[in-house]
T-cell receptor, first 116, second 113 residues
């Protein structure tokens, strides 16, 4: 399996809802990432997990809460979001974090979030 | 931190012509430079990458060149086809960086039939 799988593909939620995005990989990668992408813009890093521990939070608002239950799974819990949070949320994984050699980032297909 | 600038932001070429996209980076410690292609509504997909110990790399119609002294790298696509139409992102990663990649702003390539 060489893929990163994200669910759901599409999500519409109100500003008072609580929802979660899920990401799964079975490549044995020990680094997992959440990115946010607006239309025609590059992906913006949100969180980095290394060996199931949060290693980087790019000053993301607390209404986004990441969780890494095990080495294959990554969740993003959403609560009290704003309309400007509407975007494509991409999960990615790589073998490890910070390696000096080849450390290819593999992206999932993304979850397209609309906040009403 | 690393800063990556990408030009042009949009590029239109006739089918069969070549396309060149250029990126510059700021951190001399960067040692890995991938290029991602993102079709509309799809995930970014790695199309080619180059490491700092190599000056050029080719894969069929795609090539990447790296000039470490000038801190710039370029993507070259020859014999363009309509299916090459997409947004292309360059990226750079400083050695040992936990943040993985700093992306350029993207280039919308349109190949006209």
């Amino acid at each position: 399996d060489t893929e990163v799988t994200q669910t759901p593909k599409h999500l519409v939620m109100g500003m008072t809802n609580k929802k979660s995005l899920k990401c799964e990989q079975h490549m044995g990668h020990r680094a997992m990432y959440w990115y946010k992408q607006k239309a025609k813009k590059p992906p913006e890093l949100m969180f980095v997990y290394s060996y199931e521990k949060l290693s980087i939070n790019e000053s993301v608002p607390s209404r986004f809460s990441p969780e890494c239950p095990n080495s294959s799974l990554l969740n993003l819990h959403l609560h009290a979001l704003q309309p400007e949070d509407s975007a494509l949320y991409l999960c990615a994984s790589s073998q490890v974090v910070g390696a000096s050699g080849a450390n290819v980032l593999t992206f999932g297909a993304g979850s397209r979030l609309t906040v009403l | 931190g690393e800063n990556v600038e990408q030009h042009p932001s949009t590029l239109s070429v006739q089918e069969g012509d070549s396309a060149v996209i250029k990126c510059t980076y700021s951190d001399s410690a960067s040692n890995y430079f991938p290029w991602y292609k993102q079709e509309l509504g799809k995930r970014p997909q790695l199309i080619i990458d180059i490491r700092s110990n190599v000056g050029e790399k080719k894969d069929q119609r795609i090539a990447v060149t790296l000039n470490k002294t000038a801190k710039h790298f370029s993507l070259h696509i020859t014999e363009t086809q309509p299916e090459d139409s997409a947004v292309y992102f360059c990226a750079a990663r400083p050695s040992g960086s936990a943040r993985q990649l700093t992306f350029g702003s993207g280039t919308q390539l349109t190949v006209l039939p």
